[in-house]
């Protein structure tokens, strides 16, 4: 890997950033002062920045608490996307898991480690998530039993997985999903007859978003978490 490009990876700077911090005397290989940030490195040379040995980012796990009115995506023409929300080096490998609507809010993962996003996504693993819905109209007394046998979804084929609905109160409630269709959780109720008005997602697996992360604030996932988030997909 060039020099440059290195120092890019493990600081967030950009590749034109790097290359000035390299002209201005600020980088040492293996102790030796470079100004070239074509320099090839070698896997076991060390890099400084400041006398701060540098070394690219390992997997990243990080939980977010999505506001309303920001896209799942890295970009994005009309509206502000989550990753605006980040403050982290090489953002541009990091990815979320899975897509919450513009409108949605809660739980939201980002990482840049493909395997275990594909683990969680995947329709065959079948991992919970867990949202909390408020409905326009009341809910109907046979909405559990009819989410349990499966819902036909307009457009589509085959049924939904059975989905547990829990009543909280006459317009909202719990549902736990166990696959990701397009606008799944909207799509249900309106196969019933009522509308969503808002959408909040709490859990995926068995990890819960943390009570004191606010609003579009994120954290890095403990190794317990990450366990959490897999458990009920296994």
């Not at 950009?14 to 290359?19: E, G, I, L, M, N």
């Not at 911090?21 to 320099?39: D, P, S, T, W, Y």
């Not at 998530?129 to 326009?136: D, I, P």
Request: aromatic share 4%; with cysteine.
């Amino acid at each position: 890997m060039r020099l440059d490009k290195f120092i890019s990876n493990c600081t967030g700077l950009t590749r034109s950033q790097a290359t000035k911090v390299i002209r201005q005397g600020r980088v040492l290989v293996n102790g030796e002062l470079c100004k070239q940030g074509a320099q090839q490195l070698a896997a076991a040379d060390r890099v400084a920045l400041d006398d701060n040995e540098l070394s690219l980012p390992g997997p990243r796990y990080l939980v977010l608490h999505k506001p309303a009115g920001y896209v799942c995506s890295s970009d994005d023409p009309e509206h502000p996307t989550v990753m605006m929300l980040l403050d982290e080096p090489a953002l541009e490998k990091l990815n979320p898991v899975g897509r919450l609507d513009l409108d949605t809010t809660g739980l939201l993962l980002i990482t840049d480690d493909g395997q275990w996003l594909h683990r969680i996504t995947s329709p065959k693993h079948h991992v919970a998530k867990t949202y909390r819905v408020w409905l326009a109209d009341p809910i109907s007394a046979d909405a559990a039993v009819q989410f349990a046998e499966g819902v036909l979804l307009r457009g589509e084929k085959d049924p939904t997985l059975p989905a547990e609905l829990e009543v909280i109160a006459e317009r909202e409630a719990l549902l736990t999903i166990h696959e990701g269709r397009y606008h799944q959780v909207k799509r249900m109720f309106a196969s019933l007859g009522n509308k969503v008005v808002r959408l909040h997602r709490e859990k995926i697996g068995d990890f819960q978003l943390p009570e004191d992360l606010a609003t579009g604030e994120y954290r890095l996932l403990t190794e317990a978490e990450k366990d959490q988030v897999q458990i009920k997909g296994k």
